[in-house]
């Protein structure tokens, strides 16, 4: 099977605008969760999507936004940009609907904020 | 919420040598605890997982621990190598929920 996949790998933003990235879990994975690194908090957890349902949302503030469509590909959205934001975003897929099990990660989508 | 301890942040080893990576967690309704293994610039990658209805699990030269009532699981690497180099991450999930929490991460440097 292919692997998670994300895109943009890369985006550089200015201050105040806002961004939208996009992650495609594995085939038969229905569960995605987003994290957020940076080498001073390290992986932090901002969402996660089961069946088009948010099931839990962490510690952000609601510039910080997702979806999952039907095929269970997910987008999460950042508006107005601050330069805090700037961050590996990475998603996560899950093959089932309960917790402990496997989370398999892509590759990231690195933002620059400026 | 759930919180991830995970020490030492740098470890230094020669090739051969053994590595220990010790994780600590806070909720006791924590039940599944993966560590993943992440090289520079890369996604991080799963390397092995433990349930908290096991107390041990290996695989080739690399096993973790887990014990419950003190809240510890550890991750050992026996033999090491060059390639095992990278930054290592705990992980712990409550049963129910696919939310990771991560501990900070251990930079792990093998020394030819």
């Known amino acids: 099977k292919a692997g998670v996949t994300q895109t943009p790998r890369y985006l550089i933003k200015t201050r105040g605008q806002q961004v939208t990235l996009s992650c495609s879990p594995i085939?038969?994975?229905?569960?995605v969760s987003w994290y957020q690194q940076t080498p001073g908090q390290g992986l932090q957890f901002l969402f996660e999507?089961?069946?088009?349902?948010?099931?839990n949302k962490g510690n952000f503030p609601g510039r910080f936004s997702g979806r999952q469509f039907s095929n269970s590909r997910s987008e999460m959205n950042v508006s107005t940009l601050e330069l805090g934001d700037s961050a590996l975003y990475l998603c996560?897929?899950?093959?089932?609907?309960?917790?402990?099990?496997?989370?398999?990660f892509g590759p990231g989508t690195r933002l620059t904020v400026t | 919420g759930e919180n991830v301890e995970q020490h030492p942040s740098t470890l230094s080893v020669q090739e051969g040598d053994s590595a220990v990576i010790k994780c600590t967690y806070s909720?006791?309704?924590?039940?599944?605890f993966p560590w993943y293994k992440q090289e520079l610039g890369k996604r991080p990658q799963l390397i092995i997982d433990?349930?908290?209805?096991?107390g041990e699990k290996k695989d080739q030269r690399i096993a973790v621990t887990l014990n419950k009532t003190a809240k510890h699981f550890s991750l050992h690497i026996t033999e090491t190598q060059p390639e095992d180099s990278a930054v290592y991450f705990c992980?712990?999930?409550?049963?129910?929920?696919?939310?990771?929490?991560f501990g900070k991460g251990t930079m792990l440097l093998v020394s030819p």
């Open positions: 996560a897929s899950s093959p089932s609907n309960s917790g402990g099990t496997e989370q398999y």
């Open positions: 085939s038969g994975h229905r569960s």
């Open positions: 999507y089961f069946s088009e349902t948010q099931r």
């Open positions: 909720d006791s309704a924590s039940n599944y």
């Open positions: 433990i349930r908290s209805n096991v």
């Open positions: 992980a712990a999930s409550i049963g129910g929920y696919s939310t990771l929490t």
